[in-house]
């Protein structure tokens, strides 16, 4: 997926795709971070609540798109198609626009001129095309082949035959007398579908996350005042006061933070499930599960009394436990992410990451961009926006290791590598946030197969330091020998 932003918070113009692995690195206040919530936003959005985007168009396209052949099949012709996609899309960013200011905390006015677009229709119409190739038949057969509601029965070039009979069990009593009706509910059906299977499910980790365990109580303290409020409200405009109460209390956070507060709320339920990664437990999983534990250094437990950290913990509690409240401040930052991949993890999914070096020592900065490399080679797609030399130059020599056999790696042994965290350089995507005449822009930064990534952001600080440093100690150095 490619996205492009105009006017979006401080980001004031920024072209990215959504690689296997996404970087974006920069100074701060240069929009990187309007970058990832935007996206995440977007995501959130479209896989959320958008039947009346799909109602709005509901009419048009049963009545001019879809032709009924019988009782349960539908002809939709290749043209027709194509024009239900692009209808689809162009409704889905339209209406994500006017939700910019919630999801940014923002006000509406401060994105008027906000501009937000995806590649998803033109790769969607792409990916549909039909070129009487096998491999594109069986593409295309695939993608649609996941409905509990209908099937692809036929592919042509001139059209698509769809048959709805999976569902006639479920036909109520008026789609059962109603065959338009029946068509409605297949389109109503397709126009999900397409949505849900063309969009990833994404997870984010704002860089508020430390806070995140904190805000619990500030929210269950916000609830009260909320009952108190409407309790005193007058009859005649309580939905009104339950407007402006709620909007008031929970406009202030991005929806990322909320998603994160939410997320901490709902851990006990969180706990019961069980990722592809702790379920399948395959040598790469049971890598990622070994160098999670060795960052995070312990294992959380969500009790009666809230949530636990026991330290050097790995399945039974061999040493004392607290609460997080106590813990330090990488114990905290690194809560979600320890929950995500060991209990909500599907293949598929799109992990964002503000910041993943936080409150991390460089040490396990080093492990975090090897446990990204495992993640993305796991199938989940990562996206970061990062300040750390250390992740990047890590997710650097992933990509390096790439070149080698797996027993030349196995010389690096020592190092803690293994063939698993060899990363391909197409897989990565990177990009540098900077300020160029007076405008805020991301900037394509190269990723080679042989050298990995050139993300020179870093090379001027660090350059300087060194520099800096020689001098003192040559003045050191000259002071002691004159002294001499």
């Given at each position: 997926m490619k996205v492009s932003l105009k006017n979006v918070g401080m980001l004031d113009e920024a072209e990215f795709e959504v690689g296997d692995l996404t970087i974006i690195c920069g100074e701060n206040n240069t929009g990187k971070t309007y970058a990832t919530y935007s996206l995440y936003g977007y995501l959130d959005f479209v896989r959320g609540d958008t039947n009346y985007v799909i109602f709005d168009l509901l009419k048009n396209i049963t009545e001019n798109y879809v032709d009924i052949l019988d009782e349960y099949r539908i002809k939709i012709y290749s043209k027709n198609m194509e024009k239900i996609i692009a209808n689809l899309f162009e409704?889905?960013?339209?209406?994500?626009?006017?939700?910019?200011?919630?999801?940014?905390?923002?006000?509406?006015?401060?994105?008027?001129?906000?501009?937000?677009?995806?590649?998803?229709?033109?790769?969607?119409?792409?990916?549909?095309?039909?070129?009487?190739?096998?491999?594109?038949?069986?593409?295309?057969?695939?993608?649609?082949?996941?409905?509990?509601?209908?099937?692809?029965?036929?592919?042509?070039?001139?059209?698509?035959?769809?048959?709805?009979?999976?569902?006639?069990?479920?036909?109520?009593?008026?789609?059962?007398?109603?065959?338009?009706?029946?068509?409605?509910s297949f389109v109503l059906a397709l126009l999900n579908y397409i949505i849900i299977i063309s969009h990833p499910v994404a997870f984010i980790l704002s860089a508020e996350r430390t806070g995140a365990s904190m805000f619990q109580k500030e929210l269950d303290v916000n609830k009260n005042e909320i009952v108190e409020k409407i309790s005193r409200a007058d009859t005649k405009n309580i939905q009104q006061t339950v407007f402006n109460v709620l909007n008031s209390n929970y406009s202030r956070y991005p929806k990322p933070v909320k998603d994160n507060i939410y997320f901490v709320r709902e851990l006990d339920e969180v706990s019961k499930k069980v990722s592809f990664?702790?379920?399948?437990?395959?040598?790469?999983?049971?890598?990622?599960?070994?160098?999670?534990?060795?960052?995070?250094?312990?294992?959380?437990?969500?009790?009666?009394?809230?949530?636990?950290?026991?330290?050097?913990?790995?399945?039974?509690?061999?040493?004392?436990?607290?609460?997080?409240?106590?813990?330090?401040?990488?114990?905290?930052?690194?809560?979600?992410?320890?929950?995500?991949?060991?209990?909500?993890?599907?293949?598929?999914?799109?992990?964002?990451?503000?910041?993943?070096?936080?409150?991390?020592?460089?040490?396990?900065?080093v492990f975090m961009g090897r446990l990204i490399a495992l993640l993305v080679n796991a199938g989940i797609k990562v996206f970061i926006t990062t300040h750390s030399d250390y992740i990047v130059r890590e997710l650097s020599n992933c990509i390096m290791l790439n070149n080698l056999t797996d027993e030349q790696i196995s010389r690096f042994q020592k190092s803690g590598y293994t063939k698993e965290y060899k990363l391909k350089s197409n897989k990565v995507r990177a990009y540098v946030a900077q300020n160029n005449n007076r405008k805020n822009i991301l900037r394509e930064i190269k990723v080679d197969s042989i050298r990995g990534i050139f993300m020179n952001t870093f090379d001027e600080p660090i350059n300087s330091q060194n520099e800096n440093q020689g001098f003192i100690f040559e003045e050191i150095y000259n002071g002691l020998r004159y002294d001499e």
């Open positions: 409704e889905l960013e339209s209406n994500y626009k006017t939700n910019l200011a919630a999801i940014l905390a923002g006000r509406d006015e401060d994105f008027d001129s906000s501009v937000f677009n995806t590649s998803s229709k033109e790769a969607m119409i792409s990916y549909i095309e039909y070129d009487n190739n096998e491999d594109n038949k069986k593409n295309i057969k695939e993608f649609f082949s996941h409905s509990p509601q209908f099937e692809l029965v036929e592919i042509t070039e001139q059209y698509f035959l769809f048959s709805y009979e999976k569902s006639k069990n479920h036909f109520n009593e008026k789609m059962q007398k109603d065959v338009n009706y029946r068509k409605e990664i702790k379920q399948e437990c395959s040598v790469l999983h049971k890598e990622i599960i070994e160098l999670l534990y060795k960052i995070v250094g312990g294992k959380y437990i969500v009790s009666e009394i809230g949530i636990e950290f026991a330290p050097g913990a790995k399945q039974r509690i061999t040493k004392g436990k607290f609460l997080i409240q106590r813990a330090s401040s990488s114990v905290r930052s690194l809560l979600m992410l320890n929950y995500y991949i060991l209990h909500i993890a599907q293949s598929g999914n799109i992990l964002m990451i503000d910041e993943p070096e936080l409150n991390l020592h460089p040490n396990n900065q």
